[in-house]
């Protein structure tokens, strides 16, 4: 078994998941890079590689349970080791309460929170073998405050607060951590369509006025799946330039 830790990225294609796949590769992890199609997984692979690090491609959708649980499972035995989990992929389908389908519901239900619990449950077992454990979700400050348009949404990433607290309870005495990162707005694929004037309003709440990048992220995700952050667990952290301070 190699001594080099492993960690797994949910929605590692581009956005946050991609930041956060080069800066633990970069802090010498072998990032297992999953998503939903191969192409830009093989590219960052390559990336990663170019630049001395290590990768494995694992292409799965996540709202598939039983392949994303063989996914993770797949992982402990051909690395030898799983130590990393990071559940960054996620979805909006936006809509009013009055308008929003039960389809909108259960499509950001299942990939949001759902996958969650599946990845989560899968990795318990190998991290316990290796008596270390380090598990981050990626929620976001809908999940804090709420925001208007997002039920679905916002109900998933808030459960993920209550989930992680719990799972850092059952799991800490078995050296294994759990902690959220809640994003406010981050310059990605899923918010470069917003319209100036939401953007605008958007950095008017916010205290250091201005947008984050995927990296600022990335850095929160290094910290708390850290050797060093073995005191740190059931926390939600909030990485939003000061939108919610709560
Ligand atoms: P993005 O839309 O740029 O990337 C999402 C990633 O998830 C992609 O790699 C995509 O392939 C993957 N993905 C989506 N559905 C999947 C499925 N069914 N199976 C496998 N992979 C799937 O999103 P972004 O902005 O990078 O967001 C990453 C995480 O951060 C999400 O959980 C999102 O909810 C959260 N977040 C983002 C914020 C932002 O401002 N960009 C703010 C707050 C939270």
Same mark, same amino acid.
């Given at each position: ?12 294609s581009?956005?946050?998941? %991609? $930041?956060? *796949?080069?800066?633990?590769? /970069? ?9 939903? !199609?191969?192409?830009? #997984? ?31 499972e797949?992982?402990?035995s ?42 989560? %449950? $899968?990795? *318990?077992?190998?991290?316990? /073998? ?9 929620? !976001?400050?809908?999940? #804090?405050v ?62 250091v ?38």
């Amino acid at each position: 078994m190699s001594d080099q830790r492993v960690a797994v990225i949910t929605g590692a294609s581009r956005g946050i998941g %991609r $930041a956060v *796949a080069l800066r633990l590769a /970069k802090e010498g992890r072998h990032v297992v890079l999953s998503a939903r !199609s191969q192409g830009p #997984l093989d590219e960052l692979k390559g990336e990663i590689e170019a630049a001395g690090g290590a990768a494995t491609v694992k292409a799965v959708d996540i709202s598939d349970r039983a392949a994303l649980a063989a996914m993770i499972e797949s992982v402990a035995s051909e690395l030898g080791r799983l130590d990393v989990l990071v559940n960054n992929a996620g979805i909006t389908r936006d809509n009013l309460i009055l308008r929003m389908s039960d389809e909108e519901w259960d499509d950001v239900i299942s990939t949001n929170l759902t996958s969650v619990f599946v990845a989560c %449950r $899968a990795a *318990a077992r190998p991290m316990m /073998k290796g008596k270390f454990g380090r598990i981050c979700n990626i929620a !976001s400050t809908s999940g #804090l405050v709420g925001n208007a348009g997002q039920a679905n949404y916002a109900a998933a990433k808030s459960a993920l607060t209550g989930f992680t607290k719990t799972i850092a309870r059952e799991l800490g005495g078995k050296n294994i951590t759990a902690n959220v990162i809640a994003p406010g707005f981050i310059q990605t694929d899923m918010t470069k369509d917003l319209p100036a004037a939401v953007t605008d309003h958007v950095k008017a709440l916010m205290a250091v006025r201005n947008l984050g990048e995927p990296e600022d992220i990335a850095a929160a995700v290094a910290y708390v799946t850290s050797d060093d952050a073995r005191f740190v667990t059931g926390q939600t952290l909030a990485v939003d330039g000061g939108m919610t301070m709560c």
